[in-house]
């Protein structure tokens, strides 16, 4: 089955999310994610996706596999069993557990479109290998059962049709009496909400042993989940639970009204933590090179079933709200679409934006061009920025640091351009002493290559260069960050900031766990590091502060009170003894990250969300760059965004400002 095409009706784009389902999972197969022999049989075409999108088609196999091996379990002292697939598509499952030996008294019934079912029925009698597995069926089969074995029937019914989906299943042998297994794997959504509820509501009066496993996407109104709505518009392929049924607890409720007696939840986050083995976490994370770290939370949808789950459910209060406006511009500013990048004030008034990955001459890609916002007169302006030496490369880098050394001096520490390339040394940035400051297209910069000692140390990304002070004298602290070869690094160098040598400074007290995507500023001639991404893929909610001291610098935790929720992929400032944590990702899919407030003197941790009623497009606060003005007490917010797992790539258009003078006050 081909993917769904825009424009396309609705039950051939319906169809061709299964077919470009089953094509994810065969590549995610072929790269060792999953083990499934029989997927290359029954997919007809093959393609290679995206590492993000092979690992949430990994995180969402095991997780129906483990509820489907649970059902069965907790069954084996029956004597019959049922599994119901329903929009099987050209799933593998029958194929899987009879090769395996779990259906010695089940039968699998699978259902979809009739065309599908066809189609998948000529595979398997073309297919020796999936044929002799079903065994003979005895002749050809007539009306809606495609294909029919022992302990396997193969269905061609409209799902929305209730009334023909349960005559055909009665002729095909379904028995409500004994214990059914109903799977529904990204399948209802497509369907109007009255006849997927019909068909819920039918399968719990209707027998008397079941359960239900549905697999379905929510939070349609998140950045992420306005990405994928989108996508699915295109395909014309829409999602209708969406506005019904947003989050879990609209799930939950919806299958008690329809006669459920217990329904349970997990995110995928949660299931990969709590129900996979460290070693097969491992094994996964190490399988291909990998740094889309912001898709993976909103990529992994929630499981329900009436199964019983470990769940945890925590809920973020949220202090208030601050609203997001679009910056007042009077330029053009496609050069600041981009993610994975870098903002810094270089001069009053004047912030320079390089590097990531965007929209450059009308494509994608990693970004050439060094871009400036100036303000003037209460707006801001901005322009690209001119290289005095256009043909010295700077590698395009992401996950980069640039740190200002003066008024005419910055230094670009690490980077990356592909995941399994090696990290990216420093670079010098010069700019001329004096400039107009008014007029973008008047700023300049000359490129300056430089290996002094301290080479090696630079070679990682998603790292922090932080001026800290000892002695009276400037250093750059570097710390954590990953590299080609370490996922996570914990390591720290002080570099001179005079000629960069790597200067052994003591520093005493207990160490940070490694991270990377982390976010660290300078404060009282010492660092703040907060959250970040640790040795296990798992978000860090710790803060500590690099203090000086008269023979060196000590590592303390900083306490926060109710705990810092843990992040990545966030930015931070330090404003009147606060600390400012802006947007990141949590593994919370109640909500996402606005604004953090943490005040360094009592430990007082509040959460602010942003209000976004005033944008018209959705605001993916990752992989972002963030300035703050403090005559103003705003934010501006540069970039920002990601790939969204397959739906597309999203950069936020417009940099956009948050005045927090407000909160500032009140905390």
């Not at 109903?182 to 068909?199: C, K, P, Q």
């Not at 330029?331 to 912030?351: C, D, Q, T």
């Not at 700019?431 to 301290?454: G, H, K, M, R, Y």
């Not at 790597?502 to 160490?511: A, D, F, K, R, S």
């Amino acid at each position: 089955m081909g993917r769904g095409r825009p424009g396309a009706p609705r039950a051939a784009a319906v169809q061709g999310t299964g077919g470009s389902s089953v094509v994810s999972k065969c590549s995610a197969a072929a790269r060792g994610y999953i083990q499934d022999r029989f997927l290359r049989l029954l997919v007809g075409r093959r393609r290679r996706r995206a590492p993000l999108v092979h690992r949430g088609y990994y995180i969402r196999a095991r997780a129906v596999d483990h509820c489907i091996q649970d059902f069965l379990l907790k069954t084996q002292s029956h004597p019959r069993t049922q599994i119901l697939s329903l929009g099987a598509g050209f799933d593998s499952l029958y194929f899987r557990l009879k090769d395996i030996g779990l259906l010695h008294h089940t039968v699998v019934y699978e259902v979809d479109f009739p065309s599908v079912a066809c189609q998948k029925a000529t595979l398997i009698k073309r297919m020796k290998e999936l044929s002799a597995l079903v065994g003979d069926t005895g002749g050809e089969e007539l009306g809606v059962i495609t294909f029919s074995g022992e302990d396997y029937k193969l269905l061609g019914v409209d799902l929305s049709e209730l009334s023909e989906l349960e005559r055909a299943l009665e002729e095909a042998g379904l028995d409500n009496g004994i214990p059914t297994l109903f799977i529904a794997e990204v399948v209802l959504t497509y369907m109007e909400n009255s006849r997927s509820d019909a068909l819920i509501q039918w399968a719990a009066e209707h027998f008397s042993q079941a359960c239900f496993l549905l697999y379905e996407q929510m939070h349609p109104e998140d950045p992420f989940g306005r990405v994928m709505q989108q996508h699915f518009s295109q395909l014309n392929s829409v999602l209708h639970s969406l506005a019904q049924y947003p989050d879990c607890e609209a799930q939950q409720r919806r299958f008690f009204e329809k006669g459920w007696t217990e329904c349970s939840v997990m995110d995928m986050n949660e299931f990969f933590t709590c129900c996979i083995p460290e070693d097969e976490q491992q094994r996964v994370q190490a399988l291909e090179p990998f740094d889309e770290y912001e898709g993976m939370e909103p990529s992994w949808t929630p499981l329900l079933s009436n199964m019983t789950v470990p769940h945890h459910d925590e809920t973020v209060r949220m202090a208030g709200s601050i609203t997001a406006a679009v910056c007042a511009m009077h330029s053009e500013i496609s050069g600041l679409r981009r993610y994975g990048h870098h903002s810094v004030l270089i001069k009053p008034n004047v912030i320079l934006t390089t590097g990531g990955f965007g929209e450059e001459d009308g494509q994608h890609c990693r970004m050439r061009n060094f871009h400036v916002l100036i303000k003037h007169a209460g707006y801001w302006k901005a322009g690209c920025v001119k290289k005095e030496n256009p043909d010295k490369r700077w590698d395009e880098r992401l996950y980069h640091t640039v740190s200002c050394l003066s008024n005419s001096l910055a230094l670009v520490v690490g980077g990356r351009t592909s995941p399994s390339s090696a990290g990216l040394g420093m670079l010098w940035l010069k700019f001329p002493e004096t400039c107009n400051a008014s007029d973008p297209n008047d700023i300049t910069v000359e490129l300056v290559s430089l290996q002094p000692a301290a080479e090696p140390a630079a070679l990682r990304w998603r790292h922090s260069t932080t001026e800290v002070i000892f002695k009276g004298e400037k250093y750059l602290f570097l710390y954590g960050g990953r590299s080609a070869m370490e996922p996570v690094l914990g390591d720290w160098y002080f570099l001179h900031a005079q000629d960069l040598s790597c200067t052994v400074i003591p520093v005493e007290g207990p160490v940070p766990e490694s991270r990377h995507s982390h976010s660290a500023c300078s404060w009282k001639g010492g660092v703040l590091i907060a959250g970040g991404l640790g040795a296990a893929e798992q978000p860090l909610g710790s803060v500590f502060f690099l203090r000086e001291l008269e023979h060196g610098f000590q590592w303390q935790a900083v306490e926060t009170h109710p705990p810092l929720i843990p992040r990545y992929s966030h930015t931070a400032h330090v404003h009147d003894g606060k600390l400012l944590l802006v947007g990141g990702v949590w593994f919370h899919s109640s909500s996402v990250p606005g604004i953090t407030v943490i005040d360094l003197m009592t430990g007082l941790c509040l959460d602010y969300t942003i209000n976004v009623e005033h944008l018209e497009w959705p605001l993916m606060l990752h992989n972002h760059s963030s300035v703050f003005l403090p005559n103003e007490k705003e934010l501006l917010l540069i970039g920002g965004g990601g790939n969204c797992f397959s739906f597309g790539t999203h950069l936020n258009p417009e940099p956009v400002l948050l005045s927090l003078s407000n909160i500032l006050t009140s905390h």
